[in-house]
Structure formats: structure tokens, C-alpha cells
């Protein structure tokens, strides 16, 4: 019988383990780990039993949190192959270069390690319904894991999540809520919501399951690295682990894991973590280089890479820092481009086509190796964290495709005009017109970028409000985003113009403002416009009111 307690990461007091437990009873500590006692397990029999069960992550469940393995929801996770690298390894000048392949899960990410540890234990709880915010993988993988396990899933998604990943959520049943706000924005907003509505919020990194899944790549690799290096007969750890990261849930469970073994006696060292953040968005990065241990959290990541948008690490970073004092590390920034970079040039070299995400995880490596960090001769792992769905336009250079226009020289009867003509304004017509109209140049153009690489979003600019009414009168689009602080005709002017005047108030109206509102103003807006974001505050009462009777 397995024997598992939690461990405050910070008195060190144990309970039994708990699954609804959301911190230290005695000093308030969110971070518990769990703890195996393995004393009672012949570990070179369990090791000879573990080649030859199923394949999935559960061939490890005697170190995972999970009482009755008859709980466990499973799609075959786990176990995803440890590819060497050749051509990028040589070009690198890397003689032992591997990629986790975690691309090769059940829904294309690593995320389904969470998935599958938190559904199994949500199902040993008997929770019935949960409420997560996510980037995208997550929101995918718990839907998969959801419907399997019966677990109704509502998934709150910020501004940047690509369309692609809501739908592929949608299609499992998950209740997609799009918020426009950053992530940690949505998180809040989710956590409320699951508070207002009394349903089980999943709490990420500060969960068991999360960590404790995130563990078994470590199991995996070492196993993986055993048979490469010592033909089976003793597991090895590698010299560096890497990864893009977010909130840090990887490297956190890869660390704990190879923690773990070091204590069992199955490796004889820790490898180094290498941390890999999109520049936009790298509070870890930043408090590392200035030698801190509490990261200042980014209030408005610049980043398009979605999957990567934590802008405030919390505890986390403390935990990656502390790793990185004891046994090695490094942190690193990498820009979009960088990672576009990396993607394309791993795709062509390697065959292997990742997300945005793990370009980052590759673009970090090419930084380290160039810096002299990493050296020839070490055994390199980098998390390949995930697989790009469709492949979003902007890895792609501008002249990525070839048109060739036969339909001249076809024998198929010509196209009458006016069927042409109707055709383009039918697509037209799907085309979701945007105005955006706002004084800082640079802000206007991101919300620009992000917009536009959904692809079915036209938008236009103005930078004042003059101009922003001339815009929409001119172009007439479904949606105008508006600052309300702007030279001339200001934000407020602009709104009841566009509320008072006929012929134009079928427009939705967002607004995004730094302005402090007063009391009037606000009250002022809520009648006049359909959402109201204030940057770089806390979500407010309304929102989360609104969200709550929307769904009830
Ligand atoms: C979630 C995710 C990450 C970041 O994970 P953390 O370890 O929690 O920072 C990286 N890549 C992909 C593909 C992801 O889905
Ligand atoms: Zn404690």
C-alpha cells in the first residue's frame, strides 16, 4: 500500500493527503508538496515492473497522488518519445541533444500530464464541474479529459488565446468564456466566478496534481537517458533541462521529480533548469537578473505567444529561483521573432513542428550555446512543449506561399461579374470591421497585430478622436475599441456622438482606458458602452457581475 502525505513547502508540517486542502493549516503557505514513502517498495523490482506496464504516465502512479487507481482517466499520456537531435545538434555543435516530444500526447501538449493526474483525482474527489483559466492547452486537454471522465469544464480564456484553440475546447464540451483582459486578469476573473457560482477552481501550479504530473517527464527522461547512456542498467539525469515557461508548472514538477530520484538513489545528479521567457512577458528573467527573489509582475505583456502570458509568477518564481541557487540554472529572455525563428529553423533542420511556445524553449537554447553556457559536451533536454495546431501566420515569412492564377486559360465557363463581385462582398461581409482609436501609436499597432493574426479581423487605426470619428463613419465596422484620455475630441465626446447619432449606434463599444474614473463616469460608461477595461487594474464587480448572470 502506497503511503503519500502533503508537505508545506515552507514549516514543513505534513497532513494526509487531501485533495480540497488549499493551503498550510499552520502558517498559510499555497504551495504543499506531495511526499512518497517508499521504504516499502523493493525499488530495483519496481523498476523491472515498470517496463512492462501500459504506456502512459501511470506506469508511475505509485509516486503520484492518487489513492485507487481505478480513479485514473487515462487517453495514453505520458511516454512520449526522447528524440535526438541530429541535424540542429550538429549545427549547434551539441553532441548530445534531445527533445522531449511531448507534442505526441493525446491533445498535442504537455498539458495532458495535468489533465489526466487533476481529472483522476477531481474523479477519486467526486467533483463534478470545474472552473480553469488558460492560454488555450489547458482549457483543450481538460476538455478531452473531462468528457471522459464526465467532468464538465468551464474554461476562461484572456484576448490573446488563439481562435483555433477556443473552438478545438468548444468541440469537447467546455464552456468557452473569451475574456478581454490579460491572463492574470482572466485568472482572477475565474477565480471569482468559481467562487460566486460555488464550483471547484482549479488552482494551477499551487495544485498537487499539477506539480506531481509535471514530475513524470523527469521519470521519463532519466529512464530514457538510462537506456541511451547505460544500456537500462542505471537511469541518468541530464545536464540541463529547458523549457519556454509561464507560470513555471514544467520545470517546477521536472525539478521536484528529479529531486525525488536523487533521494530514492535512482540518479546520482541534478540537472540544471534553464528558464525560457518571451521578452514581453519575463518578470522570471528580469527579478534573476537583477538577483531577485520576488519577481515584479508585468502588468501588460507585449507578446503575441499566448501560451506564454503570465505576467505575475507569484510563488512560483521563488521556488525556480531557490532551484536555480542550488543546483544551477539560467534565465532567459527571447523575443517573438527569436522564436519564430527558432521554429522555423527546428522545423527544416529536425522535422518537428511546435508551437510558438517550444520555439521559445529552442530560441533560449541557441542564446545559451552561443553564450558559452551550455558546452558541447552536455546532455541537453528541451521540453518540447507543444504542437502548433494551424500554423499561425506570423512563423511564416511574408512570401510563404506561391499563387498561381490558371483560371483564365481554364475550360470551366467564366465567372460572370456579378457573381464575382457578390462573392467578394459576401466575404466581405464576414469580415469583422474593427476601429481602433487610441493615442499611443505602439498600443494601437499591437492590438492591431493581435487582432489581425485571428486573420478574420480588418482593422483600422486613428490616433485621436477626430479622426477616430471620421474613421467610423467612413469604413462603418461592427466594433470600435476606444481609449478615452486623447488629444481633441476625447473618448467621452466620441461615445455619445456615436451612441446619439442613428445611423451609427449599431456599434459595439469597448473601451480601454488608464484613466482613474470617477463615480459619474463610470456610470456614465456602463449605460453607453458594451465593455469597459481598465488597464492595469483589478477586474472589477461589474464584470464578474455580468459574467455570473450571463450564465446563470
Ligand atoms: C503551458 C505551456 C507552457 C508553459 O508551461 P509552464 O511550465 O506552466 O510555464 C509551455 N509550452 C506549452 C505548449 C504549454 O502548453
Ligand atoms: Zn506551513
Known amino acids: 500500500m502506497k503511503h503519500v502525505e502533503l508537505e508545506c513547502i515552507n514549516c514543513h508540517t505534513r497532513i494526509p493527503l487531501s485533495k480540497t486542502v488549499a493551503g498550510c493549516p499552520s502558517c498559510g503557505e499555497v504551495i504543499l508538496e506531495a511526499r512518497y514513502d517508499l521504504s516499502t517498495i523493493d525499488v530495483v523490482q519496481w523498476l523491472r515492473d515498470m517496463e512492462n506496464r501500459p504506456h502512459s504516465l501511470w506506469r508511475f502512479h505509485e509516486v503520484l497522488p492518487i489513492l485507487n487507481t481505478e480513479h485514473i482517466v487515462s487517453l495514453g499520456e505520458g511516454d512520449t518519445p526522447l528524440i535526438q537531435s541530429r541535424a540542429l545538434a550538429a549545427s549547434l555543435g551539441l553532441k548530445h541533444l534531445y527533445i522531449k516530444d511531448e507534442r505526441q500526447g493525446p491533445t498535442a501538449s504537455f498539458k495532458d500530464r495535468q489533465a489526466t493526474v487533476a481529472m483522476s483525482t477531481l474523479k477519486e474527489l467526486g467533483v463534478e464541474e470545474i472552473v480553469v483559466a488558460s492560454t488555450g492547452n489547458v482549457a483543450i486537454s481538460y476538455g478531452a479529459y473531462g468528457a471522459r471522465a464526465g467532468i464538465k469544464v468551464w474554461a476562461f480564456f484572456p484576448s490573446l488565446t488563439p ?101 530514492f538513489g535512482l540518479i546520482d545528479q541534478m540537472p540544471k533548469l534553464a528558464i525560457v521567457q518571451s521578452s514581453g512577458c519575463a518578470p522570471m528573467v528580469e527579478a534573476y537578473q537583477r538577483g531577485q527573489r520576488i519577481a515584479t509582475p508585468v502588468e501588460d505583456p507585449q507578446t503575441v505567444i499566448a501560451t506564454l502570458a503570465t505576467g505575475n509568477p507569484g510563488r512560483a518564481y521563488e521556488l525556480l529561483f531557490d532551484y536555480a541557487k542550488e543546483h544551477g540554472g539560467a534565465f532567459v529572455g527571447v523575443s517573438d521573432e527569436e522564436a519564430f525563428n527558432a521554429t522555423r529553423i527546428v522545423a527544416r533542420s529536425d522535422g518537428i513542428s511546435v508551437e510558438p511556445a517550444a520555439g521559445v524553449a529552442f530560441a533560449g537554447l541557441f542564446k545559451l550555446v552561443q553564450d558559452g553556457v551550455i558546452k558541447p559536451n552536455d546532455v541537453v533536454v528541451v521540453n518540447c512543449s507543444g504542437h502548433t495546431m494551424a500554423v499561425e501566420l506570423q512563423i511564416l515569412e511574408e512570401d510563404w506561399q506561391r499563387h498561381l492564377d490558371v483560371s483564365n486559360r481554364a475550360h470551366s465557363p467564366t465567372m460572370p461579374q456579378e457573381g464575382l463581385i457578390s462573392a467578394i462582398e459576401q466575404m466581405d461581409r464576414q469580415v469583422k470591421r474593427i476601429a481602433v482609436i487610441e493615442d499611443n501609436v505602439d498600443a494601437a499597432r499591437l492590438v492591431k497585430r493581435v487582432l489581425e493574426a485571428r486573420g478574420a479581423y480588418e482593422v483600422h487605426l486613428a490616433h485621436d478622436g477626430e479622426s477616430g470619428l471620421e474613421l467610423v463613419r467612413r469604413i462603418r465596422p461592427e466594433l470600435v475599441i476606444t481609449d478615452l484620455m486623447m488629444p481633441g475630441v476625447d473618448g467621452f465626446t466620441l461615445i455619445s456622438t456615436l451612441t446619439t447619432d442613428p445611423t451609427l449606434n449599431d456599434m459595439q463599444i469597448v473601451v480601454v482606458t488608464a484613466k482613474e474614473l470617477t463615480a459619474r463616469e463610470r456610470a456614465w460608461l456602463k449605460d453607453q458602452v458594451d465593455l469597459l477595461l481598465q488597464k492595469g487594474s483589478a477586474i472589477d464587480e461589474d464584470l464578474v457581475e455580468m459574467l455570473v448572470e450571463k450564465f446563470e
Do not use: C
Not at 476573473?189 to 517527464?217: C, H, N, P, W, Y
Open 163 to 263: 481562435a483555433e484553440k477556443m473552438r478545438e475546447a468548444a468541440l469537447y464540451g467546455v464552456e468557452v468564456i473569451k475574456v478581454t483582459g490579460t491572463y492574470d486578469q482572466t485568472k482572477e476573473l475565474a477565480a471569482r466566478f468559481a467562487k460566486r457560482q460555488g464550483l471547484f477552481l482549479d488552482r494551477g501550479i499551487k495544485s498537487v496534481a499539477a506539480i506531481e504530473a509535471m514530475k513524470t517527464m523527469a521519470y521519463e527522461i532519466a529512464e530514457q537517458l538510462g537506456h541511451i547512456f547505460n544500456q537500462g542498467r542505471r537511469w541518468r539525469s541530464p545536464d540541463w533541462f529547458i523549457q519556454g515557461v509561464s507560470g513555471g508548472m514544467g520545470p517546477i514538477g521536472a525539478g521536484k521529480g528529479f529531486k525525488e530520484m536523487f533521494d
